[in-house]
């Protein structure tokens, strides 16, 4: 099977290129913890680590509470920072990349610390954003386990923050960001070096993790077969688990652990002071503070997602960003042919039916452009039709019932090679509404586009209903369609061979959107057959 590339993740010069041999430093300033991992390309592209580091310096220690990085941990980062450098300086790395999530994300004087830190120590922090954090963890462990006939959930929980990440088949179905972090939930309910006071305190973290779950994991398109874990907290989970059952020196990587696991170490642990939990063998003793707030975090997630299996991958988001600088793909150098063959390949993974994919996908471009200039659309946007075309379906990898909702969210988690995140993002739009209602004042997707945006959409969605509809029969029947606008309608003189009649009825059924958009009656009728068979393509610029 051919390898899909990567779509960068994170801003990679586009000029870096790295051939086995080479060695890089990713750098990861979490709210817990720093951790530096060097590493050497190997062919595949792969790589090998040569050396890792880590240093907590619990740069989240007071964001919660006064929306600011404390003054002591960023020293203690800045001194971090600077013996991680000389240690990759040490390696003579190629490239060192630095990325920060959310504690600096969040900070007031995050910008401050990131401007101390180009200042003072010469490395220049790229911050991430929540969905850029769960991609990055998401490419790791797709590149680690095999899900690509899974329904799986990932959740990569830090300090301040967790994503979590559904996939369907290898495919990002939904990006959840949320608030819930192991070192901010500890510091609201659990500040007293974190012993709960009382038993009061600890169903209070509870309810407000459950809280902020119920409010971002909302209708979820599956029930995940297992959920993989990546973190601290998964990782140090792993290793208590290993050292209870005498199984100290497995690796924690793919560690297996069920829901009924978490809720015996998590009952056993709360009852703990921070003392007692020191002496805990697996829980090293900068986390024994605040993992009962991570395992509490853990286990109503499983609950939430209805999981019961967990897999612990002990790589996560630094892993994710050495893969994306070692086999980056810069949008500007990836040729109209290449993205076409990922859509494409996109497409068949989530088992579309490409025969009839393709012939709407060539209807579709043919009747954008004829219409363009007549209905005064831009021609440039002849591609998005196309790709949204193509991808229409993708919703069918989780199951028929509102696939085109699920399309929009497979194609905007995509990261497909060619694309933009904004034109990603009109492609799921017009997608979204190749089916069912038009676009709504209550539909979140369509109202956070600009209003332009929001026109394009609705003209590119109701020429693809008309393409789609032309193919209703899956037989391609309709080869080819000529498109005459007058003041009043537009005209649509189809070139057919076999019997069309169910894909006339369904273009002159399904015309009232287009109807409502351009305010002209569409008027369909057939011509005579083609003499050769359209061929499907993309449109060429």
Request: proline share 3%; charged share 25%; hydrophobic share 40%.
């Amino acid at each position: 099977m051919k390898r899909r590339r990567m779509k960068n993740i994170v801003d990679t010069p586009p000029d870096l290129q790295l051939s086995p041999g080479d060695k890089l430093a990713a750098i990861d300033i979490g709210s817990n913890s720093l951790r530096l991992v060097v590493a050497q390309v190997t062919p595949g592209p792969d790589y090998r680590v040569l050396d890792e580091e880590r240093q907590s310096t619990r740069l989240a220690r007071s964001v919660s509470s006064t929306g600011r990085l404390d003054e002591d941990s960023i020293e203690e980062s800045i001194a971090a920072l600077r013996r991680f450098k000389k240690i990759a300086s040490g390696f003579e790395v190629k490239t060192i990349r630095t990325i920060a999530t959310c504690a600096v994300r969040e900070a007031e004087n995050g910008d401050d610390f990131c401007a101390r830190t180009l200042r003072d120590v010469e490395l220049d922090i790229d911050v991430i954003s929540s969905e850029q954090e769960a991609q990055l963890a998401f490419l790791s462990v797709a590149r680690a386990f095999d899900i690509s006939d899974r329904n799986v959930a990932v959740a990569d929980i830090g300090g301040g923050s967790t994503e979590i990440i559904l996939a369907s088949a290898g495919h990002v179905e939904e990006i959840i960001a949320t608030q819930l972090g192991a070192v901010r939930m500890t510091e609201l309910y659990a500040p007293q070096n974190s012993l709960f006071q009382s038993a009061e305190d600890y169903h209070r973290m509870t309810e407000e993790i459950d809280r902020e779950l119920k409010k971002t994991v909302r209708k979820r398109p599956f029930v995940p077969q297992v959920m993989y874990g990546t973190g601290g907290t998964f990782t140090t989970l792993a290793a208590m688990q290993m050292a209870q059952k005498g199984e100290v020196g497995q690796p924690e990587w793919g560690y297996r652990i069920t829901h009924a696991d978490v809720s015996h170490m998590l009952d056993m642990l709360k009852k703990m002071n921070v003392k007692q939990r020191r002496g805990v063998a697996g829980l090293s003793a900068d986390r024994a503070d605040i993992i009962v707030a991570g395992l509490i975090i853990i286990d109503r997630i499983m609950a939430r997602l209805d999981v019961n299996i967990l897999h612990v991958h002990d790589r996560g988001i630094r892993d994710g960003l050495i893969i994306s600088m070692i086999d980056p793909t810069d949008d500007a150098r990836v040729s109209e042919e290449d993205s076409k063959q990922e859509m494409e390949f996109f497409a068949k993974s989530c088992g579309v039916d490409m025969p009839h994919t393709l012939h709407v996908a060539h209807l579709a471009v043919e009747l954008y452009q004829q219409l363009a200039e007549p209905l005064n659309l831009s021609p440039a946007d002849a591609r998005l039709i196309y790709a949204s075309a193509v991808l229409q379906d993708a919703g069918y990898l989780i199951n028929y019932e509102k696939h085109h909702k699920h399309s929009y969210n497979l194609i905007l988690n995509s990261q497909l090679p060619g694309f933009s995140r904004h034109e990603l993002e009109l492609i799921a739009n017009v997608a979204r509404y190749h089916r069912g209602s038009a676009p709504k004042k209550k539909h979140r997707n369509f109202t956070r586009l600009s209003s332009e945006d929001q026109d394009r959409v609705r003209a590119l969605a109701s020429i693809l209903r008309l393409a789609g509809a032309l193919d209703r029969s899956h037989s391609q029947h309709v080869q080819s369609v000529r498109a005459e606008k007058t003041p009043t309608q537009v005209k649509l003189l189809l070139a057919s061979q076999g019997d069309s009649e169910v894909d006339l009825w369904a273009a002159r059924s399904r015309a009232e959107f287009f109807e409502k958009v351009f305010n002209l009656e569409v008027v369909v009728c057939v011509g005579k057959p083609a003499s050769t068979s359209a061929s499907a393509g993309a449109p060429t610029s």
